[in-house]
């Protein structure tokens, strides 16, 4: 089956403009996460979708940043006045309803360059 | 602050012996922990996980070691294979949240 997709794998863009980053997980999934992976670090908490409703947004850096789940699958990830340290690699991850371990299925990542 | 922490950046060992990749961590409340291993331009896929309640987890070559009174958890692979060559995060669970709270990686290179 798919396993959870990003577009664009790619994103180039100047320092003060907005951009937003998708993410489809795997269907079926209810939870949906979202993880930033500055290079030499292991992925960073951003926050947490259970269904439609933001569960932990704790991991956010700034208002600058915010995030959309509006029908409970598709989310947008949206970084508003982009600053050179906001590039990283933006993960985006899902889980079934009742893991038992917590098992999270990553996709391949958004790599966002601000120049 | 970080929760959890993986010293070793990297590791190196010979195909067909073990490999040991070490994690710590300091909040007791996690309830599990989980391996992930990232190969170049793609996202962390899990490996293998273990309950904060049991002291080890095996799975083919891949074994989990929890040691609660250390705060130390370790993957053992063994035997070690070429394929195997790639980074391996700890991670631990919330249970609060059900986020995931990552090492900063290991870098494993098995030489043929």
């Known amino acids: 089956g798919a396993g959870v997709s990003q577009t664009p794998s790619n994103k180039v863009t100047e320092k003060g403009k907005y951009v937003e980053l998708r993410c489809d997980p795997i269907s079926g999934h209810t939870a949906l996460y979202w993880y930033r992976q500055s290079l030499g670090q292991g992925p960073e908490f951003l926050i947490y979708f259970q269904g439609t409703g933001a569960a932990d947004d704790s991991g956010l850096p700034n208002d600058r940043f915010f995030a959309v789940r509006p029908e409970g699958s598709v989310s947008t990830l949206k970084i508003q006045r982009t600053e050179r340290g906001d590039s990283a690699v933006y993960l985006c991850a899902s889980s079934p309803p009742r893991s038992s371990y917590n098992e999270q299925f990553f996709g391949p990542g958004t790599r966002l360059t601000v120049l | 602050d970080q929760q959890v922490k993986q010293n070793s950046p990297s590791l190196s060992v010979q195909e067909g012996r073990i490999s040991i990749l070490n994690c710590d961590y300091t909040n007791s409340m996690f309830d599990y922990f989980l391996w992930y291993k990232k190969y170049p331009a793609e996202g962390p896929t899990f490996l293998i996980s273990i309950s904060s309640i049991k002291d080890k987890n095996e799975d083919g070559r891949f074994t989990v070691f929890l040691n609660k009174s250390a705060k130390h958890l370790s993957l053992h692979i063994v035997p070690s294979q070429p394929g195997d060559s790639a980074v391996y995060f700890c991670?631990?669970?919330?249970?609060?949240?059900?986020?995931?709270?990552f090492g900063q990686g290991t870098t494993l290179q098995v030489k043929p």
């Open positions: 991670a631990a669970s919330d249970v609060n949240t059900g986020k995931l709270i």
